[in-house]
Nanobody, 123 residues
Framework: QVQLVESGGGLVQTGGSLRLSCAAS????????MAWFRQAPGKEREFVAA????????YNPDSVKGRFTISRDSAGNTIYLQMNSLKPEDTAIYYC????????????????WGQGTQVAVSS
């Protein structure tokens, strides 16, 4: 089993920044791809960014491109999401996910999930 613990969420004003962290523990040697998803109130969970163990293919959809950056530590067991120029529409619970398989943006392909960390952006 793999455990994922997110941290770094909070309340920030429009235009501010936050850095989320996700630490993986347990049988982490199986993990290849890690990702961030988010779920706003009343909306479905959506993909934000993903990165492979080698650090390749960081990916952001258009809604966050240029503002959010995903990275991974050298050991490969912790990922980060640097969020800049935050907007009220970025308000959501942010979830970390991990998968043994190749890069994917599909939520149902991820085997492990964290409990989530709340991000709130005030206008």
């Amino acid at each position: 089993q793999v455990q994922l613990v997110e941290s770094g969420g909070g309340l920030v004003q429009t235009g501010g920044s936050l850095r989320l962290s996700c630490a993986a523990s347990g049988r982490t040697f199986n993990i290849y791809t890690m990702a961030w998803f988010r779920q706003a109130p009343g909306k479905e969970r959506e993909f934000v960014a993903a990165i492979t163990r080698s650090g390749g293919r960081p990916y952001n959809p258009d809604s966050v491109k240029g503002r959010f950056t995903i990275s991974r530590d050298s050991a490969g067991n912790t990922i980060y999401l640097q969020m800049n120029s935050l907007k009220p529409e970025d308000t959501a619970i942010y979830y970390c996910a991990a998968d043994q398989g190749p890069f994917t943006t599909l939520m149902d392909q991820y085997d492990y999930w964290g409990q989530g960390t709340q991000v709130a952006v005030s206008s």
